[in-house]
């Protein structure tokens, strides 16, 4: 008969431990564990800090922490030409009105209809500066 009652007795306690026990979860906000008895829908009051820049120099909120992938050079970079440097005019195509020869690529054709002469326009081949005549 004790054993019953040792074993009922342990039963209880156990049910009645397990029952109080809750996991709350740790919120960084507060400092500490969350209880069901607050309000759930409050945020925390900020606190007061004097010093709103970060060690590193960077604003607060700043989204430059993020590693950034490295950046590469074009395969092919074609530097621009110099300052003060006449541009360059283009060819008129032999046979073809209203297409212009650029002088980086020999050869190939431009279509510069409606266009009026004089102006610079960027060679597509070259990505360089180029005049129509």
């Keep these: ?14 049910i009645m431990a397990s029952g109080c026990r809750r996991d709350y979860a740790y ?4 400092g500490r564990t969350a209880f069901a008895d607050e309000d759930r829908n ?3 009051e900020p606190a007061d800090n004097t010093d ?3 060690p590193d120099g960077d604003e ?8 950034q992938p490295p950046v590469t ?7 621009p030409p110099p ?9 008129k195509a032999e046979g073809k009105p209203g297409f212009v020869v650029s002088p980086y690529a020999a050869g190939k054709l431009i279509d510069v209809r409606g266009l009026p002469p004089g102006t610079e326009i960027e060679c597509p081949y070259t990505k360089r500066p180029i005049a129509i005549p």
């Excluded at 008969?1 to 156990?14: N, R």
């Excluded at 300052?83 to 060819?91: G, H, K, R, Y």
């Design 42 to 44: 409050s945020q925390p």
């Design 52 to 54: 709103t820049e970060t």
């Design 73 to 79: 050079p074009p395969s092919n970079p074609v530097p």
């Design 1 to 14: 008969m004790k054993t019953k009652s040792a074993v009922l007795f342990l039963a209880a306690i156990s």
């Design 60 to 67: 607060p909120g700043d989204i430059t922490d993020t590693p």
């Design 83 to 91: 300052a003060n440097v006449p541009i360059p005019f283009a060819t």
């Design 27 to 30: 919120d960084p906000a507060l």
